[in-house]
């Protein structure tokens, strides 16, 4: 027979003033143990009354929003559980849902309605949803406009085999619940990225996710693998960015977040890395910054080949709870590569490491003044133990929602 919460409350109550009858101290105040039950079972049930119980997992953005069996008649719901530097990025909140129900490309200029390139370069904020599962091929890059979503929940979405999402000159992005994979260069072709402008685009990188001259922008529980350049890249003055919940596979430069050490324009960047798992095939690069800070949070690193966590030009680098796997390679158990510098140079890089786990070997060579301030402009959300990142990250990448329950 099942537990009534009724019981529960009583059992919970016995259980928090056992130890004052055990030690059989008076009871100066019985109001205050009522207060105090009140207030432990607060505590433990989902302030979204969302049931009896949590069923959080440490994950702040999960924890928001995945107990929700109606997640999917609150979609743009979503937009308010971002954490990090990308946490204001609301993508198309404020606007309506807008159904991709094609999964062609066939005219960059001149997309059709239904597909995915008309829905992303409109003006107005749109939350871009999918009606059935499907793989994208796109011909161009996928040039954004602003305050757009692309959630994937609910359906299978591959973007892949073509050239794939650019985030260009462009604010208030999300792109949540995609498989990004085996992207392409493209170019030496007009694409649209507005109702009203098109323009010629040369040869493109061939990331998964490029972004350049963007703000506020937040990918989260993506899978992303196998592209020609990077997975992630964040250069030209790009900043307030959170990279969440992602699993990132078979991949040599995984992550690039600064253009180049001349770039100075990359001094205010802002980029939160937290919650993803770093797995099979890496190699490099995650992530490599420059100039700006970053706070990286959270992390499961269960594999590299030559080393997680890298930069030049002085970038101010929080490594905060992370989990870091090193490789059986004897010569490439350092978590981290300071790059482009001697060591008269590096040593005054802010890079720290704070509660990281540290297994098989790895190490982390910190640098610079333990104390800085800059650390304060490298840090976006409070880090959770190193302990339950396992479980932290255990969802990481493209989920496998369905509608109806929870996710």
Not at 128 to 137: A, L, N, P, T
Request: hydrophobic share 35%; glycine share 10%.
């Amino acid at each position: 027979m099942a537990t009534t919460p009724s019981v529960l409350y009583f059992l919970f109550l016995i259980a928090l003033i056992s130890p004052i009858l055990i030690n059989c101290s008076p009871v100066q105040d019985p109001q205050m143990v009522v207060d105090e039950v009140h207030r432990s079972i607060n505590a433990s049930v989902s302030r979204r009354n969302l049931g009896y119980f949590s069923c959080g997992t440490g994950n702040p953005i999960d924890d928001c929003w995945r107990c929700d069996a109606n997640w999917e008649k609150n979609r743009q719901g979503l937009a308010d559980c971002a954490i990090g530097f990308g946490k204001q990025a609301i993508g198309g909140r404020d606007g309506r849902i807008y159904v991709v129900t094609d999964s062609g490309d066939d005219n960059p200029v001149s997309p059709k309605p239904g597909t995915l390139r008309y829905a992303v370069i409109q003006d107005e904020p749109l939350w871009i949803i999918f009606s059935r599962d499907m793989v994208i091929q796109l011909k161009e890059e996928l040039l954004m406009n602003s305050f757009k979503t692309i959630d994937g929940r609910g359906a299978s979405v591959h973007i892949a085999g073509g050239p794939c999402i650019t985030i260009q000159y462009v604010t208030n992005i999300i792109i949540h619940g995609l498989h990004i994979h085996d992207c392409k260069q493209g170019g030496n072709a007009n694409v649209r990225d507005s109702p009203t402008h098109y323009g010629w685009r040369t040869i493109s990188d061939g990331d998964g996710v490029s972004i350049f001259s963007g703000s506020h922008i937040w990918v989260d529980h993506c899978s992303l693998s196998n592209c020609h350049d990077g997975l992630v890249d964040a250069i030209r003055g790009s900043t307030a960015i959170t990279i969440s919940n992602n699993y990132f596979t078979h991949h040599d430069k995984v992550m690039l977040l600064g253009h180049s050490d001349s770039y100075t324009q990359d001094k205010n960047m802002q980029v939160t890395v937290a919650f993803n798992h770093f797995g099979e095939g890496l190699v490099q690069r995650m992530p490599r910054c420059r100039h700006g800070y970053f706070h990286v949070v959270n992390n499961d690193y269960t594999h590299w080949e030559m080393y997680a966590i890298g930069g030049s030009a002085a970038p101010t680098i929080n490594s905060q709870g992370n989990r870091f796997l090193a490789p059986n390679d004897r010569f490439n158990k350092e978590v981290t590569k300071h790059e482009d510098a001697p060591e008269s140079a590096w040593k005054n890089w802010n890079w720290r490491s704070e509660g990281d786990q540290m297994l098989n070997g790895a190490f982390f060579t910190a640098s610079g003044a333990e104390a800085s301030s800059s650390y304060a402009k490298a840090s976006s959300l409070g880090a959770r133990s190193s302990s339950i990142v396992g479980a932290i990250t255990s969802s990481a990448g493209a989920l496998n929602c369905k509608k109806g329950s929870r996710c």
